[in-house]
């Protein structure tokens, strides 16, 4: 280990910074003539040293008034050996010491996140989306849902959506500002915008799973997987634009299925045991959409449930 | 005219020369010499909560018997019956004074019950064999509003065509607080029991021939039984006798739209139809609905004895099938039947959905049942069908019953489903 590298944390707005040893020490501390200063007030003006010695670097304790833990030990010994990879705590700060030598992980493949990363998303193919998005699922509400053909509806909703699309899209942004010093708002823009349209081409899906089975908890089951699957595939993109989180794609999967199971068992929660009017799957599709068969009518009759014998 | 109002007519008129007011107006009289004589044969009968001794159900009653059996309607002390240690009943006279009673014999599909009271006994009313002639005029007597003993008079209008449970049409001036009172002739005989009111000058009475065969029941058993239980009964065979006739008919048919379907279910049906093209829709509807009008009171929060199925078709117009199936979702309901809301009384409804080949074509069929919890045998049932002909046009059928047995409500909807054809 010749060269001693330390990596200290960034502060605030600061980024990280890594300080390269020159010769066989370093001195860190509050005071401003150290090699590494560090603003934490529970470091001392001359914390610790890092010596060179044969090819190895040690570190000395110079100051006692608050431990100094290495590997999450405290250091008792006035001087510890370092390996490359070693945390070190000095008051509030977290240290890691590394060789030139030390390994690094291969590259993570982006995916089809790609894209993102390769173009800067600007603000007019953002807009270009979110308004070309926002007028299909207005149309789209238009012919498949407005039986009184009234086109304002649609419309004030779409107006609706695309201004939750935008403050959503802003609050990703100062996330991403904060974390990585990068706001990417109109790539958060046009990922939640592209989101929501594929949400509008699924939806339907669990409309036809209700209307096939003509049950209603089947119907309840398919569109709060479409949910799930649009909040993953949004929360994914969006934490990959907004932090540094490694497993973005699991961590947006297990939110959004935790989100999606309050938000089930909340609206549950205020049914009333006993309810004066009858649940049924009411929803009605055009006949080219009824792919399943018919029974006979004494089948289905058989088929009857009778009332709860024990409610 | 008969002898004495002849001679009484005479009487007048020399006294009518003199002017000397009071022992005229024949008629006007009438019904204050009834009342007179009959008033003390008339309670109010009172529904008392025992832990506030305060009256919470108020209405009339008469001495049926010498004895002390007095008849009101079932709905005035259906409280007691349903909760009997939270409740008694008082027999409020003429004299002031109050008297305890029970209740020794009901009829719930007449709404009829017969008191038995403590020192309640002397003259009672007696019962007309005959019927008056239409138009005639008879009087009613009752504590309307709590507001003290009145009479009233009337014409009698007969009995109402194709009532289920057999009403008269009293065109008088009835009150809450009435029920229970007798309706009665010119000689007093009762006629019929107040039930209800039906609107100005417009009552119900009960005939008096179902209080006759109350009390020959009430007369022959000396402790009365499970009061609840021959509700119960009660219930379940009137509704098994109605639906199996409905059941063994042979329907008539109709035409509805392209659809052939059966009409005129049931006499005690009344029937409208409308049709609904307005611009406001983009889509027409008509339709046809026919609803029982009697109901049978069990609770103040509970009715029975609904029976009702409505037709209708809806045609696209400007809309697209996906618009037009999104209209035909919002009317593809089951019927409100509105009759309890009450998880003590009802359990919650179970449905099955599914589709079903009526005629050669797909359609989607609902059916949901509710049990009564303190009736065995009996469910609220309710049927409705959309058609998945055409994406231009659609047919919903429904058809709901309160207070049937599971087995008739299915047999009843598998007619029903059988019956409709297509007619092109």
Redesign the interface.
């Known amino acids: 280990m010749d060269t001693l590298i330390v990596n200290v944390p960034g502060r605030g707005a600061r980024g990280a910074s890594l300080i390269r040893s020159t010769d066989g020490n370093l001195r860190l501390g509050r005071g401003f003539h150290n090699d590494i200063v560090l603003d934490d007030p529970f470091v001392a003006a001359e914390q610790l040293r890092f010596v060179r010695d044969d090819h190895s670097w040690y570190v000395e304790v110079l100051e006692r008034t608050n431990p100094v833990l290495l590997n999450g030990s405290p250091l008792r010994d006035p001087r510890a050996r370092l390996n490359s990879g070693d945390q070190i705590t000095v008051g509030r700060t977290d240290l890691s010491v590394y060789d030139e030598a030390h390994p690094v992980d291969p590259p993570r493949r982006l995916a089809f996140s790609s894209w993102l990363s390769a173009h800067r998303v600007g603000p007019w193919l953002a807009l270009m989306v979110l308004f070309v998005v926002g007028g299909l699922d207005a149309l789209a509400e238009f012919l498949t849902q407005s039986a009184d053909l009234d086109w304002q509806k649609p419309a004030y909703g779409v107006l609706f959506s695309a201004a939750f699309i935008a403050v959503w899209a802003a609050v990703w942004a100062l996330l991403g500002r904060a974390l990585r010093h990068q706001p990417h708002y109109f790539a958060h823009l046009l990922v939640s915008a592209l989101v929501s349209f594929g949400m509008t081409l699924l939806l339907p899906l669990a409309a036809l799973a209700e209307f096939a089975s003509s049950s209603e908890k089947l119907g309840e089951i398919a569109t709060f997987g479409v949910a799930v699957l649009g909040l993953s595939v949004l929360l994914g993109l969006n934490l990959f634009l907004a932090t540094n989180l490694r497993r973005t794609a699991r961590t947006a999967l297990l939110f959004s299925v935790c989100v999606a199971g309050l938000v089930y068992l909340g609206s549950h929660h205020e049914d009333a045991p006993f309810q004066a009017e009858p649940v049924y799957s009411a929803l009605v599709l055009p006949p080219f959409m009824h792919v399943t068969g018919e029974r006979p009518i004494e089948d289905f009759i058989g088929s009857a449930a009778p009332a709860p014998a024990d409610d | 005219m008969s002898p004495d109002q002849t001679l009484r007519r005479l009487r007048c008129l020399p006294l009518l020369l003199l002017w000397l007011p009071g022992l005229c107006s024949a008629a006007a009289s009438g019904a204050s010499a009834l009342f007179e004589t009959l008033r003390d044969r008339v309670f109010q009968v009172r529904v008392v909560d025992i832990a506030s001794g305060d009256k919470t159900t108020i209405g009339s009653g008469f001495r049926v018997d010498s004895a002390g059996l007095v008849a009101t309607n079932f709905h005035v002390v259906s409280l007691l019956i349903h909760e009997p240690a939270k409740y008694r009943i008082e027999l409020l006279g003429q004299d002031g004074l109050t008297r305890p009673a029970t209740v020794l014999a009901i009829d719930v599909l007449h709404d009829l019950a017969i008191l038995r009271g403590q020192q309640a006994d002397g003259p009672a009313f007696g019962l007309t064999s005959g019927t008056p002639g239409q138009g005639e005029r008879i009087y009613s007597m009752g504590n309307p509003e709590d507001l003290g003993m009145t009479i009233i008079e009337g014409n009698y209008n007969g009995l109402i065509a194709a009532s289920r449970f057999e009403r008269l049409l009293f065109s008088g001036s009835l009150n809450p607080g009435m029920s229970g009172g007798p309706a009665f002739d010119r000689h007093g005989a009762v006629v019929g029991v107040t039930v209800a009111k039906g609107g100005e000058q417009l009552g119900f009475l009960v005939p008096a021939a179902h209080l006759q065969a109350l009390l020959r029941r009430a007369n022959e058993t000396a402790v009365p039984g499970d009061l609840k239980a021959e509700i119960a009964r009660a219930l379940l065979e009137d509704s098994n006798t109605f639906f199996d006739q409905r059941l063994q008919e042979t329907w008539h048919r109709g035409r509805f739209g392209e659809l052939s379907l059966p009409r005129d279910l049931s006499p005690s049906l009344k029937c409208w139809g409308q049709n609904t093209e307005t611009k ?4 027409s509807r008509f339709h046809q609905q026919c609803q029982s009008q009697e109901y049978l009171f069990l609770t103040e929060d509970f009715y029975t004895g609904d029976f009702s199925y409505s037709y209708e078709w809806l045609n696209a117009g ?13 009317r ?3 019927t ?1 039947l ?1 009759n ?2 009450d ?1 003590e009384q009802v ?12 005629d050669g074509t ?10 009564y919890l303190e009736y065995p045998g009996l ?1 609220d049932a ?1 049927l409705v069908l ?1 058609s ?4 231009r046009d ?1 047919a919903i059928i429904r058809m709901a019953a309160a207070g049937i047995h ?1 087995e008739r409500a ?1 047999a009843l ?2 007619k029903l ?2 019956a409709i054809e297509w007619t092109r």
């Open positions: 406001e829709s983009d889509y400007r809309l697209n099938p996906f618009q037009f199936y999104t209209a035909v979702t919002h593809y309901t089951h409100s509105e309890v809301d998880a359990t919650n409804f179970r449905c099955t959905t599914d589709f079903v080949r009526i797909a359609w989607k069929a609902s059916i949901c049942l509710r049990r469910n309710s959309v998945l002909h055409s994406n659609a599971r299915l909807f598998q489903m059988r």
